[in-house]
T-cell receptor, first 114, second 109 residues
């Protein structure tokens, strides 16, 4: 694989169910991010991790959790999905701390919560 | 926090020039990025400015004025494939990005 992969590509989920979105990068970037993108609102940061073993909250963290057990993987979990979590979710990675630090995005997961 | 504004939509003719403006208010500026996003795809990096002035990259140029909280992305010699959303993003001192809502550019023949 090259770059960032996300799974699944799309998912329809019943409200109240638990769901984990997967994200894997092979660029050995130290930082990883989860965003959601909604029409008219742009990309909003959910959670981030500047290095393996650490995580932080972004702008819209409620209802989501993350873990960063190693450099490559950064799963996002919805413990009990609600319809307002219907969105397109993008994972990104970057070499945190460099002036030229650029975020590279995965292909996205389209999630529908009914 | 960040407050980032850019126009919602712009339309231009193939071969023309379009300028997308972005204004921002920030609590700690550490760089401004432009991304391109085609419908149904992931955002891809276009340009980066941290100092005032113009950065040119082929048909695309980006300008920054930190004192005015202002940037623009200039697309020259427009092609049909340039139809996309263009996202302005401001980086803070913790290296986190805040994005504007995006400007959808439609190129017409």
């Amino acid at each position: 694989i090259a770059g960032i992969t996300q799974a699944p590509t799309s998912q329809i989920l019943a409200a109240g169910r638990r769901m984990t979105l997967r994200c894997t990068q092979d660029m050995r970037h130290n930082a990883m991010y989860w965003y959601r993108q909604d029409l008219g609102l742009g990309l909003r940061l959910i959670h981030y991790s500047n290095t393996a073993g650490t995580t932080g909250k972004g702008e819209v963290p409620d209802g989501y959790s993350v873990s960063r057990a190693n450099t490559d993987d950064f799963p996002l979990t919805l413990a009990s999905a609600v319809p307002s979590q219907t969105s397109v979710y993008f994972c990104a990675s970057s070499e945190w701390g460099l002036d030229t630090d650029t975020q590279y995005f995965g292909p996205g997961t389209r999630l529908t919560v009914l | 926090g960040q407050n980032i504004d850019q126009p919602t939509e712009m339309t231009a003719t193939e071969g023309a020039i379009v300028q997308i403006n972005c204004t921002y208010q920030t609590s700690g500026f550490n760089g401004l990025f432009w991304y391109q996003q085609h419908a149904g795809e992931a955002p891809t990096f276009l340009s980066y400015n941290v100092l005032d002035g113009l950065e040119e990259k082929g048909r695309f140029s980006s300008f920054l004025s930190r004192s005015k909280g202002y940037s623009y992305l200039l697309l020259k010699e427009l092609q049909m494939k340039d139809s996309a959303s263009y996202l302005c993003a401001v980086r803070d001192r913790d290296y986190k990005l805040s994005f504007g809502a995006g400007t959808t550019v439609t190129v017409r023949a």
